[in-house]
Nanobody
Framework: QVQLQESGPGLVKPSQTLSLTCTVSGGSITTTYYGWAWIRQPPGKGLEWMGV???????NYNPSLKSRTSISRDTSKNQFSLQLSSVTPEDTAVYYCARDSFLIHGMDYWGKGTLVTVSS
């Protein structure tokens, strides 16, 4: 059973960089045909896919966030991370990490999510 757990600060000041880490257990982030994604949901709004890092380390980002987003990984710790720069209060959201199965074209495992509030 694959499990994902988000971690990071729950409060970030405007203009700073939001940094979150997802720790994966029960499966390797280098396993072929899987990607590891970040998705967020602002209060009262729908889910927004932010980007993914694939099993081979390649990345793909939501064009609307690409200039501010970076996803990286630490294979020795089986973790992947999100950095979102120049945040504003509009970036306040519950942030989820998830496994993206390229075989079924969808997310098959999710973390519980972590609320990040952008406020001074």
């Amino acid at each position: 059973q694959v499990q994902l757990q988000e971690s990071g600060p729950g409060l970030v000041k405007p203009s700073q960089t939001l940094s979150l880490t997802c720790t994966v257990s029960g499966g390797s982030i280098t396993t072929t045909y899987y990607g590891w994604a970040w998705i967020r949901q602002p209060p009262g709004k729908g889910l927004e896919w932010m980007g993914v890092i694939a099993y081979d380390g390649s990345t793909n980002y939501n064009p609307s966030l690409k200039s501010r987003t970076s996803i990286s990984r630490d294979t020795s710790k089986n973790q992947f991370s999100l950095q979102l720069s120049s945040v504003t209060p509009e970036d306040t959201a519950v942030y989820y990490c998830a496994r993206d199965s390229f075989l079924i074209h969808g997310m098959d495992y999710w973390g519980k999510g972590t609320l990040v509030t952008v406020s001074s």
